[in-house]
């Protein structure tokens, strides 16, 4: 009898990490070994929690590549891959394509002149949100449309320009509610129901199953809201990939739809 599984595409992260792209922040020293360090924490988190994890190709060169999430969106059987929205990214897309196409996948891909970049993609249920701005352009946004209108989801827009992804902003939690760090949210009533964070890192969910919230370490008090909800949580410590504006969300593709016998 076939069961699901749940897997995670992840990816290494390369050696000239510290040479990343960052937008909205200053650029800060990257620590490569304790990064390193950090991403088989996050593996291993995963790990403990019921995922298994499928490693994608090297992209050589491509600092940003351990980013992972930022190169296809996967909604159901079907999965859109991006065309990031700065020219050093663009290559780290072909190598997850051939993963999630062995997987079995419906392959899609956003073509000039739409651009789309994964983090600015959060799903609830068939309404999938993606955030318009810096990475993310009106014709990616367009295109995402057409192709998973086919899996019978609805697209809605939703301004990002004060943060990298419309992720770095908001995340959902299990129950559909959005929780997202204030000040750099820009229409908290674009979602039905939107609790607003303390810390910005506390904005940041990966939703584990059973009730478990996988979280940056650094937003205790976050945490402990998140925990008053009945939530449990696992702190990852994260903070070389926060450098890059990164977060636990960017840092893998989650897969929960894959049949195993």
Same mark, same amino acid.
């Given at each position: 009898m076939a069961t699901r599984t749940?897997?995670?595409?992840?990816?290494?992260?390369?050696?000239?990490?510290? !040479? /990343?792209e960052v937008t909205h922040i200053e650029r800060s020293p990257v620590d490569l070994a304790k990064a390193r360090e950090q991403w088989l924490g996050y593996i291993a988190a995963l790990h403990d929690h019921g995922w298994s994890t499928i490693e994608v190709e090297p992209a050589p060169g491509c600092a940003d590549s351990v980013f992972v999430e930022d190169a296809a969106v996967v909604h159901g059987r079907s999965a859109l891959l991006c065309r990031p929205g700065v020219d050093s990214r663009r290559a780290e897309v072909s190598a997850v394509g051939v993963r999630l196409a062995e997987l079995g996948y419906r392959i899609g891909e956003i073509?000039?002149?739409?651009?789309? !970049? /994964?983090?600015?993609?959060?799903q609830i249920g068939a309404t999938i949100y993606i955030g318009l701005g810096g990475r993310t352009n009106a014709a990616g946004i367009a295109q995402a449309a057409e192709f998973f209108a086919g899996d019978d989801a609805t697209v809605v827009t939703v301004p990002n320009t004060r943060v990298l992804h419309l992720k770095s902003a908001v995340t959902a939690l299990p129950d559909g509610r959005v929780i997202g760090y204030e000040p750099v949210v820009e229409d908290p009533a674009a979602f039905d129901a939107f609790i607003a964070m303390p810390e910005e890192s506390g904005a940041h969910v990966v939703n584990l199953g059973d009730d478990h919230l996988l979280m940056s370490a650094n937003c205790p008090?976050?945490?402990?809201a998140l925990e008053a909800f009945g939530y449990t949580i696992v702190p990852v410590d994260i903070s070389e990939y926060e450098k890059l504006e990164g977060c636990v969300t960017c840092l893998s593709i989650r897969l929960r739809d894959l049949p195993s016998v």
């Open positions: 749940r897997v995670a595409l992840v990816r290494q992260p390369e050696s000239n990490l510290a !040479d /990343g073509t000039a002149p739409g651009t789309l !970049d /994964g983090g600015d993609v959060m008090q976050s945490q402990a």
